[in-house]
Nanobody, 111 residues
Framework: QVQLEEAGGGLVQAGGSLRLSCSAS????????MGWYHQAPGKQRELVAS???????NYADSVKGRFTVARTANGYTVFLQMNSLKPEDTGVYYC?????WGQGTQVTVSS
């Protein structure tokens, strides 16, 4: 079981930026697939970005062009750069890999 920990959430105005990080207890991100998930208040968790086998990246239409996922060379950390944030981006963001989840980090975007 890999331990995952998210950080970097906070309160930001619409149009602002945040960078989330997901740190793993093993350097799994060089080759494994991971996902960033967003859970808005009262809604189901949804996949917004993924890093596939440490290389290619996919994004949900709702964040395409605004969010970018990247990893460190050593494979221990993945970042989610979030730009042009909107109030609908508010919620808890989770990272997941190998069936494991972090505890999430809260992002609040004020209008």
């Amino acid at each position: 079981q890999v331990q995952l920990e998210e950080a970097g959430g906070g309160l930001v105005q619409a149009g602002g930026s945040l960078r989330l990080s997901c740190s793993a207890s093993e350097n799994i991100f060089r080759r494994d697939t991971m996902g960033w998930y967003h859970q808005a208040p009262g809604k189901q968790r949804e996949l917004v970005a993924s890093l596939i086998n440490g290389g290619s990246k996919n994004y949900a239409d709702s964040v395409k062009g605004r969010f970018t996922v990247a990893r460190t060379a050593n494979g221990y950390t993945v970042f989610l750069q979030m730009n042009s944030l909107k109030p609908e981006d508010t919620g808890v963001y989770y990272c997941s890999a190998r069936g494991d989840w972090g505890q999430g980090t809260q992002v609040t975007v004020s209008s």
